[in-house]
């Protein structure tokens, strides 16, 4: 049931403008370019086509508006409002609060009908994933710029997925999928950021999709001062005097001529063992060695400090119980 309201604070609610810029949401798993898979992350901008729902208000009805170059839509007994900059949910929200002066319980719902532009999707650890308008031609390298490019714990491999109706990948390494509707093809950040004009600086096309994952790890277990994992970054492997290093160094228990490398077996759940002697290896005396990603460094706990450590636990009540019975013949 509709609340009436004097013609003075109409004119005041048509004179108001929704909130304006809103910093992007995070990214969404997108698989077709259906308005409801966007309204997490898609911001609205001039050209933009939107259709709105607005249940009891039948004078915005359900046919298109479109935002103009100032980011405005002019609607039936609402007036002016500002979607330009805000996340469709949040033009959603802000529509919501509008409307409660005129409708009790207001609902909304907004659909994009029409994109100025079409969405090209980045997801995973990128310092603002989301979906952005591809407007003219633009590389990979440019999106990365204008993104603000990987999180720091980032893996050094971007993989960009395209559905194969604009074509395979242009890249000798792309692969197309089984069901053949999408090429896709990993981008060593080193290639594409260590030349020029490297071959992996892609075109990007509508609806490519590029993610990239949290960088590999490698591990220290053992007689470490800290144990856990050491994330790789755009790094393809450290040696082990570089892990000892980030993780602290040994324990004075540790053995380090008896440590091994635990290796995964590829395509096993089994790793490989691999003896390392740290004590030659930091003397200079052997080559440092190595780590790749999800190597494990474990360090095992010296067994004659072990068995002394042992014989003093034993010892010592041994020793209080001769003083008691030495005490009590006194």
């Known amino acids: 049931m509709r609340k009436l309201i004097p013609i003075a604070l109409w004119t005041a609610i048509a004179g108001t403008v929704l909130p304006a810029q ?3 949401a995070p990214a969404a798993q997108l698989t077709d370019v259906a308005s409801d898979k966007l309204r997490p992350t898609y911001v609205l901008g001039p050209a933009d ?42 033009f959603e929200a802000a529509l919501t609060q509008r409307l409660k002066v005129i409708v009790k319980d207001p609902q909304v719902l907004v659909n994009v009908v029409q994109f ?54 242009p890249l000798a390494n792309a692969v197309v999928q089984p069901d053949g509707k999408v090429s896709t093809v990993e981008i060593s950040m080193e290639s594409l950021t260590g030349n020029i004009s490297p071959p992996e600086d892609i075109v990007l096309l509508p609806y490519d999709r590029i993610s990239v994952e949290r960088s590999e790890l490698v591990y220290a277990n053992g007689e470490v001062n800290k144990v856990g994992g050491i994330e790789l970054g755009e790094r393809n492997s450290i ?14 228990d540790a053995a380090p001529e008896k440590a091994n490398i635990l ?12 003896p390392v002697d740290l004590k030659k290896i930091f003397s ?29 636990i034993i010892a010592v009540p041994a020793a209080t119980t001769l003083v008691w019975v030495l005490a009590t013949r006194l």
């Not at 440019?142 to 993104?147: G, N, P, Q, W």
């Not at 490019?149 to 971007?158: E, L, M, R, V, W």
């Open 263 to 274: 290796r995964p077996v590829l395509n096993t759940s089994r790793r490989a063992e691999i």
């Open 49 to 90: 086509q939107v259709t709105i729902h607005a249940f009891e208000v039948e004078e915005i009805g359900d046919r298109p508006f479109r935002i103009d170059s100032e980011g405005d839509i002019n609607l039936p007994v609402v007036g002016k409002v500002h979607p330009g900059g805000l996340t469709v949910e949040q």
């Open 284 to 312: 200079g005396k052997d080559a440092d060695f190595p780590l790749l990603p999800n190597d494990v460094l474990y360090v095992p706990r010296s067994r004659h400090k072990l068995n002394w450590t042992n014989a003093s």
């Open 116 to 169: 100025r532009s079409e969405p090209i999707f980045f997801s995973g650890a990128f310092k603002a994933p989301g979906v952005y308008a591809l407007q003219g031609r633009r590389t990979l390298v440019e999106m990365l710029a204008s993104i603000g490019g990987t999180s720091p714990n980032a893996s050094h491999k971007i993989k960009v997925a395209r559905q194969m109706e604009f074509g395979r990948i």
């Open 22 to 24: 809103a910093p992007p």
């Open 239 to 252: 040696t082990i005097t570089q892990l000892i290093s980030m993780v602290g160094g040994l324990t004075k």
